[in-house]
């Protein structure tokens, strides 16, 4: 048989080669389609088989006040979390939610869904309480229970943070955060991407099953980073002293909507302190158990109210088993800062911006004359004085000092619609403010020009809305030389290597000149320090306050629903704050600002004043308040004692036959005014003397020292006020009518005047 020939084979071996090269060419085609076109999805799967990944989350920046005192924070906390496959392998998930359902309050079925998932990973529930974590630990624990411990496994806990906000402090300010620790209002939302950081994750070794190596444990770490803390403008200990005096009005009268506050340095637009009463807690943001009282006392239906006067108040809702649409409608109540997001008619508050304007534009002068009959009559209409009786002749700054209605009625038919318009908008007040906080509401005014009732009437500050926050910008450019400075409430943005951002002191224009401002520090001081002025209730001694008083009249006209509210500057020479209180309506006899707002910011501004070191300014008129120490005359000879307490400029009243001291009232260290009466006993007591509070609602200053001095007790002052005038009377006394105490306790006594604005 012949061989075969070379180009046989050659025949035979092409076809092999051919197919050989075919499949190398397919299986490099493979390759590179797994390798290069799925290369990295691969990558990723094999991962997340060989590895099992929790993330760390950041650690939320803090809150602060202007002093470092840290208003939100965040604290450590349990998530409880499981595997559900480790639980079916090694647990039981009937056991686990049956036990877990009581402790965690989550539904039984809700639970047992969780752990039956098909994944490796379920959170059961974040940001556990303590009581919570140490009844999930006694379970898990295998010395009290190895069986319980057992059925739990594939549970366990994650370090997580939970948002705390520990001075319980100006909710609406600050906000809160949601579920994942996000910002959902106030501050907290506003900087939520610098507060929030950036999260970061462990990566653990795992078997394809999901259960992780303990053998041969390894962690990749992704480091977290913190958020960056924002420092606010806001003062807590001034927050505090807003709060407190908000919280009283709501009580004492009766407000139906509630209350709105603002303290603000006009020469910085700085906030010191901002707001809303009633409010809520940041710490527990969507419990409305307490916000739902208040609410009720006033929820009924108005046609029953109107038709029928001496009508009870009557619930919408059964208290205790509210609608969604009910709860939604009180949260979104309980959370709108009244502050910046209510607009409102401010009254005679506003008559500041009117005459600045009008002595700016040398309409007017301190001394230009007017005439109140109690009414003026404009176009077709007749508009009334909060003095039906009229005025008669008065002064332009007399005119301010009445809040008269005419006299303002003339300024702003001397100014004209157009130049009024001009100032209402150098002002600042067509327009938001800027403040960083959600929720700014606009004004309403008006776009498509005036008539001659629409000057009136907005001249005295009706017909017309802003907000709080836009008035009280608007009058600390009146009071601080004449610039509009832009409000803030945020200083600065700041991580661990320093300050990323400053919010600095801003001039938004100049309004008016600093001579107009001048003159209308010393009017507005008048309003207050005039005994028979409208701000007469604001004063105290040595404060210098400047202000003015508003009461409005809300829509619909004729309903009777006002709106009593007070601005007032200390000192009025040099104002270092500013505080704007608005009282929604008050469901008491007298509802005007002058006789309800003006006394509350007279003692909020007291408080801050004292609290910032400023020294007090007595005028010639004034006498300043001299305090005595009662001084310890237990066991001193009675003639001794007697010498002592003349030296201290104390009274004194001897009980007993005795030539000895053996006990005294007060106690020695007590401070009492000069002239305040000690007693002095030479004999002991077989039982403890004690006198009845009389009642002193009514009484002027003279009648209700005479009516405690006669039963051996002190009497004090207390409040802001003129209460030296005769037509000052009582309206409360820190001891209640009817107590027994002891002779010589102190009776603090509350005095205000009539005021009509």
């Not at 004004?443 to 009280?472: C, H, K, R, W």
């Amino acid at each position: 048989m012949a061989a075969p020939s070379l180009n046989g084979i050659k025949k035979r071996i092409l076809p092999m080669v051919i197919i050989v090269l075919i499949c190398m060419a397919a299986l490099v085609a493979r390759l590179a389609y797994w390798q290069i076109i799925r290369g990295e999805e691969l990558s990723a799967r094999a991962k997340s088989q060989q590895t099992g990944s929790s993330t760390i989350t950041a650690s939320r920046g803090k809150i602060y006040d202007r002093n470092g005192k840290a208003l939100a924070e965040s604290v450590s906390a349990n998530t409880l979390v499981c595997n559900p496959k480790d639980v079916r392998d090694k647990g039981n998930a009937e056991t686990i939610a049956r036990e877990l359902s009581g402790i965690l309050d989550i539904e039984y079925q809700t639970l047992l869904d969780d752990l039956n998932k098909d994944n490796r990973y379920q959170v059961i529930k974040k940001r556990i309480s303590v009581e919570e974590t140490e009844a999930v630990t006694q379970l898990m624990d295998a010395e009290a229970n190895a069986e319980m411990a057992e059925a739990f496994s594939g549970v366990y806990f994650e370090d997580d943070s939970k948002r705390y906000y520990p001075f319980s402090i100006a909710p609406h300010i600050l906000g809160f955060t949601g579920y994942d620790n996000n910002g959902l209002q106030g501050i907290e939302l506003t900087f939520d991407d610098e507060l929030s950081g950036k999260a970061g994750s462990i990566e653990q070794n795992q078997t394809a099953s999901g259960t992780t190596l303990e053998e041969q444990q390894e962690e990749y770490l992704t480091a977290q980073q913190q958020g960056a803390d924002v420092v606010l403008t806001i003062d807590e200990t001034i927050q505090h002293f807003l709060e407190k005096h908000l919280e009283e009005a709501v009580e004492e009268d009766k407000l139906k909507y509630g209350a709105a506050g603002i303290i603000m340095n006009p020469k910085t637009g700085e906030i010191l302190a901002m707001s809303t009463k009633p409010d809520f807690d940041a710490n527990n943001p969507y419990d409305i158990t307490a916000f739902n009282e208040y609410a009720m006392q006033y929820d009924y239906e108005e046609d029953e109210a109107a038709n029928d006067p001496e009508a009870s108040p009557e619930p919408t809702e059964d208290p205790n088993n509210l609608s969604d649409e009910r709860i939604a409608a009180l949260r979104n109540r309980m959370w709108r800062n009244k502050a910046i997001s209510d607009s409102y008619e401010p009254g005679s508050t506003f008559k500041i911006i009117t005459a600045a304007a009008a002595l700016e534009e040398h309409v007017v002068d301190l001394d230009s004359e007017f005439y109140c009959p109690g009414f003026r009559v404009v176009a077709d209409r007749q508009i009334g004085c909060s003095n039906t009786n009229g005025h008669g002749a008065e002064t332009f700054v007399e005119g301010v000092k009445n809040s008269c209605n005419p006299v303002f009625m003339d300024i702003g038919a001397r100014l004209g619609a157009e130049k009024f318009m001009e100032y209402f908008t150098a002002f600042g007040l067509t327009e938001k403010t800027g403040i960083e906080l959600v929720g700014e509401s606009s004004s309403i005014y008006y776009q498509n020009g005036m008539n001659e009732v629409d000057l009136a009437t907005s001249s005295f500050g009706q017909g017309f809305q802003v907000t709080p926050i836009q008035l009280i910008t608007a009058i600390s450019a009146v009071i601080n030389g004449g610039q509009r400075m832009q409000p803030q409430i945020v200083k600065e943005i700041r991580d661990e290597n320093g300050i990323i951002k400053s919010y600095d002191t801003e001039v938004v224009n100049r309004v008016i000149s600093e001579e107009t401002s001048e003159k209308m520090r010393d009017i507005l001081e008048q309003v207050v320090s005039d005994s028979g002025a409208t701000g007469k209730n604001a004063y105290v001694k040595g404060c210098r306050i400047g202000g003015k008083t508003g009461t409005s009249e809300k829509n619909p006209r004729g309903s009777d629903k006002r709106i009593a509210s007070f601005v007032g500057f200390a000192p009025a020479n040099d104002p270092e704050i500013i505080c704007l209180i608005v009282l929604d309506e008050p469901q008491v006899d007298n509802r005007y600002g002058g006789t309800i707002a003006a006394p509350l910011a007279g003692e909020i501004i007291e408080d801050v004043l004292n609290y910032l070191g400023v020294d007090k300014q007595y005028s010639e008129d004034e006498e300043p308040i001299v305090k005595a120490e009662v001084p310890n005359v237990n066991e001193t000879a009675l003639a001794d004692a007697e010498t002592m307490l003349e030296e201290a400029g104390l009274n004194y009243v001897i009980r007993g036959e005795g030539d000895r001291i053996v006990d005294q009232l007060p106690s020695a260290g007590t401070m009492l005014n000069e002239d305040s009466l000690v007693i002095l006993y030479t004999e002991r007591q077989t039982e403890e003397e004690l006198v009845t509070v009389p009642d002193l609602s009514g009484m002027s200053v003279g009648v209700a020292e005479s009516t405690l001095n006669s039963l051996h007790l002190n009497f004090e002052v207390v409040g802001a006020g003129h209460s030296e005038t005769s037509l000052a009377y009582g309206v409360s006394q820190s001891v209640e009518a009817g107590e027994e105490v002891p002779p010589g306790t102190v009776i603090g006594v509350e005095f205000r005047q009539t005021a009509i604005d």
